[in-house]
C-alpha cells in the first residue's frame, strides 16, 4: 500500500508541474533584433560586404624614404575610409608573398569598391593592385572598428 501510495504521489507531482509552451518559452539563442537591423544583417546575421586583396603592384622600386612616404600616405587613406565608415577591416599578410593586405568594404558594389580603392596613393603610385570580390559575411564585423578604438593603446 505505501508503494502504490507513493507511486501516486510521484505520478500527481510530474503531472502538476508546470510545462513550457511556446508563449512562455525564453529564447535563448541571444538575438537582438534591434542589433540585428542597425547592423543590416539578414536572418542568418550576414550580409553582403566587397573585399579588397591586395596585390604587389608592378612599381615596388624607390628609394627608403620615398616607400616610407608612401606607406604613411597609405595608413592615412586607410585611416580616412575606415572613419567615413566605408571600410570595416584592413590588414597586412604577415608572409612577404604577393598578397599583401585585405580590405574589406561596407559597399554594395565592386565599382563603389573600385572607387575608393583609387584613392590608396599605394595603388595610384602603381606600388598595390586591388582584386575585389563581393563577400558574404558576418554582420558583426560593422562593429570591429569601434571594438578596435576600445582596445588599443596607439594607432598608426
Same mark, same amino acid.
Given at each position: 500500500?505505501?508503494? %502504490? =501510495? =507513493?507511486?501516486? %504521489? ?24 534591434? %542589433? ?29 624614404? #620615398? ?43 565592386? #565599382? ?45
Amino acid at each position: 500500500m505505501k508503494y %502504490l =501510495f =507513493f507511486l501516486f %504521489l510521484v505520478f500527481g507531482i510530474a503531472c502538476a508541474a508546470p510545462t513550457e509552451d511556446e508563449s512562455s518559452a525564453t529564447d535563448t539563442t541571444g538575438f537582438d533584433a534591434a %542589433l540585428a537591423e542597425k547592423l543590416g544583417a539578414d536572418d542568418y546575421g550576414m550580409r553582403q560586404y566587397v573585399m579588397a586583396l591586395l596585390k604587389a603592384g608592378p612599381n615596388r622600386d624607390g628609394s627608403e624614404e #620615398e616607400r616610407a612616404a608612401l606607406q604613411a600616405a597609405h595608413m592615412e587613406n586607410i585611416g580616412k575610409l575606415a572613419e567615413a565608415g566605408k571600410l570595416i577591416l584592413a590588414g597586412p599578410f604577415l608572409d612577404d608573398g604577393e598578397l599583401r593586405g585585405i580590405y574589406v568594404f561596407d559597399v554594395k558594389t565592386v #565599382e563603389e569598391a573600385e572607387a575608393l580603392t583609387n584613392t590608396d596613393p599605394a595603388i595610384q603610385a602603381g606600388s598595390l593592385v586591388m582584386e575585389l570580390k563581393p563577400w558574404y559575411g558576418s554582420a558583426a564585423m560593422m562593429q570591429i572598428n569601434e571594438v578596435h578604438n576600445n582596445i588599443s593603446k596607439e594607432n598608426p
